[in-house]
T-cell receptor
């Protein structure tokens, strides 16, 4: 049961345009979400997060939107840069007794063309 | 430098030959976890540890063992590797017992091939 889904395996955008990466989840117990970025031959690195009590969190060029009713979150990158080309993973976390068990999506490969 | 290290980085082995992938962090983190990354499946959690001597199963624990005897180390053990365990493995740690909300720091990965 894939509780976190990134249905777009890849996304290609032009430099300077907006990149929108999507993530859907099924577990209504998720109360915190994180996005990680991964370059080839490296481990993932943290990018941005959002608590379920918020619907938006912004950090520079990166903004994450959360729609709890739709169980959907999205990562917006504006403007996109070639250095943003990487694999992006969203992660959902449930509290309570499951707070150590972490679930990632399948990842989306973002390619930003100069 | 704060980091998570994994060894080896690359390993080719044969079916049934026991192996251990080491993971060490120098940030005094309580929480540590192992993941495998496979095409189309993303990162899947194998085992995690909330603190020394406290470990629990993730989503794909079959065929793996872990131990947490020291805070800094969290080795992944494959007692009898099989070809379906060919994958890219990542170790990660975070600073809080509430690993859910703290960001994780990942190691560089271990590419394992089981023939």
């Amino acid at each position: 049961d894939q509780q976190v889904k990134q249905n777009s395996p890849s996304l290609s955008v032009q430099e300077g345009r907006i990149s929108i990466l999507n993530c859907d989840y099924t577990n209504s117990m998720f109360d915190y979400f994180l996005w990680y970025k991964k370059y080839p031959a490296e481990g993932p690195t943290f990018l941005i997060s959002i608590s379920s009590i918020k619907d938006k969190n912004e950090d520079g060029r990166f903004t994450v939107f959360l729609n709890k009713s739709a169980k959907h979150l999205s990562l917006h990158i504006v403007p996109s840069q070639p250095g943003d080309s990487a694999v992006y993973f969203c992660q959902g976390n449930a509290g309570g007794t499951s707070y150590g068990k972490l679930t990632f999506g399948q990842g989306t490969i973002l390619t930003v063309h100069p | 430098e704060a980091q998570v290290t994994q060894n080896p980085r690359y390993l080719i082995t044969v079916t049934g030959k026991k192996l251990t992938v080491t993971c060490s962090q120098n940030m005094n983190h309580e929480y540590m976890s192992w993941y495998r990354q496979d095409p189309g499946l993303g990162l899947r959690q194998i085992y995690y540890s909330m603190n020394v001597e406290v470990t629990d199963k993730g989503d794909v624990p079959e065929g793996y063992k872990v131990s947490r005897k020291e805070k800094r180390n969290f080795p992944l053990i494959l007692e009898s590797p099989s070809p379906n365990q060919t994958s890219l493995y990542f170790c990660a740690s975070s600073s809080s017992r509430m690993g859910a909300t703290d960001t994780q720091y990942f190691g560089p990965g271990t590419r394992l091939t089981v023939l």
